[in-house]
Antibody
Framework: EVQLVESGGGLVQPGGSLRLSCAASGFTFSSYWMSWVRQAPGKGLEWVANIKQDGSEKYYVDSVKGRFTISRDNAKNSLYLQMNSLRAEDTAVYYC??????????????????WGQGTLVTVSS | QSVLTQPPSASGTPGQRVTISCSGSSSNIGSNYVYWYQQLPGTAPKLLIYRNNQRPSGVPDRFSGSKSGTSASLAISGLRSEDEADYYCAAWDDSLSEGVFGGGTKLTVL
């Protein structure tokens, strides 16, 4: 059974940092593009970033470029999101998601068949 | 302001057919696949339609997707109370090099 379990969320002050983790199981993690998607309270979904199977390609939404870093450890079946210089507008539930197709060469899709339960990040003083 | 534009709300009575539109541009819908997600309250999104009009296994054939030019739509026929949810369209945007979602449409079953 495919499972994605996020952790690392919490309350952080503006300007602070947080590292989110997503533990994957039930599939060959190293064969899939992985992504982060967030949802501010009461708002819609926002694509945040994605990363290629071997970590060689990464893409970010403009609002987080230079502040957030997506990474992965295929040996640990884990996806990460390092968030620095956090702002109030980064407050959201952060979901990790798996691309639907195994072994895809390109990450130019928003095609996610499995999602985690989400972890809440609150940026407030 | 979302890159993809959806109506904020839609409604219908049980058994009716409802459509939800998603408008984009040549750099997203016009040149890439469209995806639709359903999000029930308090839960993670669920893939409903992929590659414009394909249904994952387990998704009822009451749900269908279509795309024409820079617009797409999701149709739900035989509306049921359990279809009450938020629906999002999504696509890759070549100009932004980002994934983009619509603002979401809240479907109410009257």
């Amino acid at each position: 059974e495919v499972q994605l379990v996020e952790s690392g969320g919490g309350l952080v002050q503006p300007g602070g940092s947080l590292r989110l983790s997503c533990a994957a199981s039930g599939f060959t993690f190293s064969s899939y593009w992985m992504s982060w998607v967030r949802q501010a309270p009461g708002k819609g979904l926002e694509w945040v970033a994605n990363i290629k199977q071997d970590g060689s390609e990464k893409y970010y939404v403009d609002s987080v470029k230079g502040r957030f870093t997506i990474s992965r450890d295929n040996a640990k079946n884990s996806l990460y999101l390092q968030m620095n210089s956090l702002r109030a507008e980064d407050t959201a539930v952060y979901y990790c998601a798996r691309d639907r197709i195994e072994g895809l060469w390109s990450g130019y899709y928003v095609d996610f068949d499995y999602w985690g339960q989400g972890t809440l990040v609150t940026v407030s003083s | 302001q979302s890159v993809l534009t959806q109506p904020p709300s839609a409604s219908g009575t049980p058994g009716q057919r409802v459509t939800i539109s998603c408008s984009g541009s040549s750099s997203n819908i016009g040149s890439n696949y469209v995806y639709w997600y359903q999000q029930l309250p308090g839960t993670a999104p669920k893939l409903l339609i992929y590659r414009n009009n394909q249904r994952p296994s387990g998704v009822p054939d009451r749900f269908s997707g279509s795309k024409s030019g820079t617009s797409a739509s999701l149709a739900i026929s035989g509306l049921r109370s359990e279809d009450e949810a938020d629906y999002y369209c999504a696509a890759w945007d070549d100009s932004l090099s980002e994934g983009v979602f619509g603002g979401g449409t809240k479907l109410t079953v009257l």
